[in-house]
């Protein structure tokens, strides 16, 4: 799950989304992902950056969820909130672990 999963079903499915410049995996799953020792994650976090059609990013997240077998949550934010530096979530996150989902298929 970990060598494979999210990191591969995500940007699949949110490659052809219309609206998405970038996308992220952050929280617990990333964390993990990366090397930090806890508990084994019960989701897995996704930040869209763009203006996605929320529609769609709701159907992404419950085929994910089918897919990886754990729940996916998406969150989207434009890119001009992305690159405040004055906003509470952006710098939180940006702080944490991250990992940055290879769209190449767009």
Do not use: C, H, K, Q
């Not at 989304?17 to 020792?37: F, I, K, P, Q, T």
């Not at 930040?47 to 529609?55: E, R, S, T």
């Amino acid at each position: 799950m970990y060598g494979y999963g999210p990191t591969a079903v995500i940007p699949r499915l949110l490659a052809p989304a219309s609206g998405v410049e970038s996308a992220y995996l952050y929280g617990s799953w990333a964390a993990r992902y990366l090397g930090e020792s806890g508990e084994d994650p019960n989701d897995v976090d996704v930040l869209v950056i763009g203006d996605p059609d929320v529609a769609a990013l709701y159907d992404i997240a419950r085929e994910a969820t089918a897919t990886i077998g754990r729940e996916v949550a998406i969150n989207s934010m434009s890119p001009t909130r992305w690159a405040a530096s004055d906003d509470g979530f952006v710098r939180t996150v940006r702080s944490l672990p991250l990992i940055e989902l290879n769209l190449v298929s767009r």
